[in-house]
């Protein structure tokens, strides 16, 4: 007999597209308790196949955290306890 008669669910966190939704709250969330002086002038975007974006609003504080990659990136593995391998900084669209 067959038991899955219902449809098959859907795990979100197995996309085509390599979105990890889970840990992308995860940083989002430390991000904004962070002591980092421009937390609340970014917006923590998705992490895609292991690669951190944050959206800014400037291209100064673009260049900023282009310079602390490497700190956030250790941030996040030393408190979450899952590496990234690298961020992306990208201008929000109302900036380009």
Do not use: A, C
Request: glycine share 4%; proline share 2%.
């Amino acid at each position: 007999m067959n038991q899955n008669i219902g449809p098959e669910k859907i795990n979100i966190e197995q996309n085509n597209l390599g979105i990890n939704f889970t840990k992308s709250k995860l940083i989002k969330k430390h991000l904004s308790k962070s002591s980092f002086s421009w937390k609340n002038e970014i917006t923590s975007g998705p992490l895609i196949n292991d690669n951190l974006t944050i959206y800014v609003n400037s291209t100064r504080l673009k260049d900023i955290i282009e310079l602390e990659s490497l700190k956030i990136i250790n941030n996040i593995e030393k408190n979450l306890g899952f590496s990234v391998n690298s961020v992306v900084v990208q201008l929000q669209n109302n900036q380009q």
